[in-house]
């Protein structure tokens, strides 16, 4: 059994001030694009910036109460898991994500 950790980066992506409240924008991250959200009243959120089912782009999707839905299908994924709704659909990967107390979008990605 391997017991080897996965090595990750952090990499600042944009300033929060970029991501209106409510919505999400789209990032680039260790050659990862990466779609930020900004939930009214929330932590920040970080997931694949496209939808697997048809390559949607969910930095323009609908934000919802812990989920954002593809504005081509209407597959609703949750924001902490990265699940979709949709029994026995694809996932997208979820990334943790901070704002430093100067206002910057740090994202942690895996390594290459």
């Given at each position: 059994?391997?017991?080897e950790a996965t090595r990750t980066t952090q990499h600042v992506v944009g300033m929060i001030d970029e991501v209106p409240e409510g919505e999400g924008?789209?990032?680039t991250?260790?050659?990862r694009r990466i779609a930020v959200f900004r939930p009214r009243g929330g932590a920040?959120?970080?997931v694949d910036a496209a939808c697997p089912h048809r390559q949607g782009p969910l930095a323009d999707g609908l934000l919802g109460t812990g989920t954002v839905v593809c504005p081509l299908?209407?597959?609703r994924f949750a924001l902490d898991t990265g699940e979709c709704d949709m029994p026995g659909q694809c996932a997208v990967a979820v990334y943790p994500v901070q704002v430093d107390?100067?206002?910057l979008i740090v994202v942690t990605v895996p390594c290459p």
């Open positions: 059994m391997s017991t924008r789209e990032f991250a260790g050659g920040p959120a970080a299908h209407n597959r107390d100067e206002g």
